[in-house]
T-cell receptor, first 113, second 113 residues
């Protein structure tokens, strides 16, 4: 798995966009960028993933730079319920085999009223 | 609503008293997995199952058993719990082929005295 670097913590005002960066300069061509989050003591939650194109779903957008060495997760209108630790993971796809999720330290996003 | 459920959510027990934590998913997922999460150690996989009657060990299987008799259920059994199994347990599931996108249950907090 490629090494990822994320800020330890970030703050965001409620209703504003939250932009969470992730650096993955050693990413390989077949590795995807996955984002999960974990609200305190709750189960981790899958957010989004992408290979090289930007992706959007009902939860967030994922912007991957053209050289794929970094990415940004965007929560367009952050709410208090988005306060969580966000994890960026860079790995090859499972290809149908076992896939142990392991998280690094992640970014603690605090959304303030 | 698509979900993974776990029961019980909280459990206090004593050393040696057999217990079962149930996990059920309603998404017809083939892949299911159990993790434990401990401070400073992150998520660690205990067991996983690729489909009915197909289970295998993860990284920390000692002291645990699982079974997969039905597609939707994947119970975790502690035959003789010990204090070092005090932890936060998560069950997860995903469709086959996309195991990198896992849906997690709400967690079971276990205290073994």
């Amino acid at each position: 798995d490629a090494k990822t670097t994320q800020p330890t913590s970030m703050d965001c005002a409620e209703g504003r966009a939250a932009n969470l960066p992730c650096n993955h300069s050693t990413i390989s061509g077949n590795e995807y960028v996955y984002w999960y989050r974990q609200i305190h003591s709750q189960g981790p939650q899958y957010i989004i993933h992408g290979l090289k194109n930007n992706e959007t779903n009902e939860m967030a957008s994922l912007i991957i730079t053209e050289d794929r060495k970094s990415s940004t997760l965007i929560l367009p209108h952050a709410t208090l319920r988005d306060t969580a630790v966000y994890y960026c993971i860079v790995r090859v796809a499972s290809g149908g085999s076992n896939y142990k999720l392991t998280f690094g330290k992640g970014t603690l996003l605090t959304v303030n009223p | 609503e698509a979900q993974v459920t776990q029961n019980p959510r909280y459990l206090i027990t004593v050393t040696g008293k057999k217990l079962t934590v149930t996990c059920s998913q309603n998404m017809n997922h083939e892949y299911m997995s159990w993790y434990r999460q401990d401070p400073g150690l992150g998520l660690r996989q205990i067991y996983y199952s690729m489909n009915v009657e197909v289970t295998d060990k993860g990284d920390v299987p000692e002291g645990y058993k699982v079974s997969r008799k039905e597609k939707r259920n994947f119970p975790l059994i502690l035959e003789s719990p010990s204090p070092n199994q005090t932890s936060l347990y998560f069950c997860a599931s995903s469709a086959w082929g996309i195991q990198e996108t896992q849906y997690f249950g709400p967690g079971t907090r276990l205290l073994v005295l």
